[in-house]
């Protein structure tokens, strides 16, 4: 009985996204069930007795003991450097990323050579999306822009784990549906707000996903990223440090009141963090 039931909710979620990617809405959250327990409220103490390269990737130390315990033998963990590039646009699918520090940027690559961020991985995801909808070739560059480490997992790996166990399927379904969320906001909010509203959204998103208020990201990148040119991204950050709120340095941005930067936000800021931990309760801190 108990089987059926995960069958039948898993049909439903592969259902919902399918109708999500074709009609580019959101699904309402539901009225009369509760909001799904199986986020990335976890505790990583629960796992001191493991080897000391256990992973500290929030969705994985999501999963259950016993599933964290059957994946640790197809992680490989690496270390990701700034400007590395995990996987490029239309190249083959062969690994999902599960990073534990740093951010990883989900980068748009035009016909020009220009890019675009559509989205942003940190320790709360992973790059599984493509292949949990069975797609063997990358559409996206995997940018590492903030660098730090991550769990690889073979896309074999994978597509095993997600057929065999049952907990870890639904957490990516789960995971699938808030990524979608982000991208959809990102899309909106790209038109619907200034550059300053936009960079100072990124900067809190890039904070979200560490522990240091100092980012090493250099203004070229945040340029290319946010699709704006090198003398306005200047512009804008010199706004937002002389309001008291950031910190420019060499390669790198210091955030000084992020209180006074999530104000100096867009609405998107708070908007992404309700919808993502509607799907992945306590996602962020």
């Keep these: 009985m108990a089987a059926g039931a995960s069958a039948i909710g898993v049909a439903r979620r592969r259902n919902a996204l399918t109708r999500l990617l074709r009609n580019g809405r959101s699904p309402a959250p539901p009225t009369s069930a509760p909001p799904c327990q199986t986020g990335t409220n976890a505790n ?11 992973p500290r990737n929030r969705l994985l130390l999501a999963l259950p003991n016993r599933i964290l315990k059957r994946l640790m033998p197809e992680l490989e963990h690496i270390r990701c450097a700034s400007g590395q590039v995990l996987m ?16 990883i940027s989900v980068v748009a690559v035009y016909a020009n050579g220009n890019t675009i961020e ?34 690889k997992m073979s896309r074999a790996a994978y597509t095993r784990a997600l057929e065999s166990m049952p907990a870890f399927r639904a957490l990516m379904y789960d995971y699938v549906e808030a990524f979608l969320e ?25 904070r979200d996903r560490g522990d240091d208020d100092t980012l090493l990201i250099t203004q070229d990148i945040l340029a290319e990223m946010l699709g704006a040119q090198r003398p306005s991204i200047t512009n804008a950050a010199r706004e937002l440090e002389g309001a008291g709120l950031i910190e420019r340095g060499r390669r790198q941005v210091t955030i000084i009141d992020r209180q006074g930067l999530t104000k100096a936000s867009c609405e998107c800021y708070q908007l992404v963090r309700e919808r993502v931990a509607f799907h992945l309760p306590k996602t962020y801190p």
Excluded: K
Excluded at 44 to 54: I, K, S, V, W
Excluded at 188 to 197: P, Q, R
């Design 44 to 54: 990583p103490a629960r796992f001191l007795g493991m080897d000391e390269n256990a």
């Design 182 to 206: 982000q991208v959809m906001v990102s899309v909106a909010c790209n038109g619907a707000h200034s550059l300053t509203e936009r960079l100072a959204r990124w900067l809190l998103m890039m």
């Design 118 to 151: 559509m989205a942003t991985i940190g320790r709360e995801g992973c790059s599984g999306v493509q292949a949990l909808l069975g797609a063997t070739m990358s559409s996206v560059r995997l940018l590492v822009q903030i660098p730090g480490g991550a769990a």
């Design 88 to 103: 490029d646009a239309d190249s083959s699918l062969d690994y999902v990323y599960f990073p534990h520090s740093g951010v």
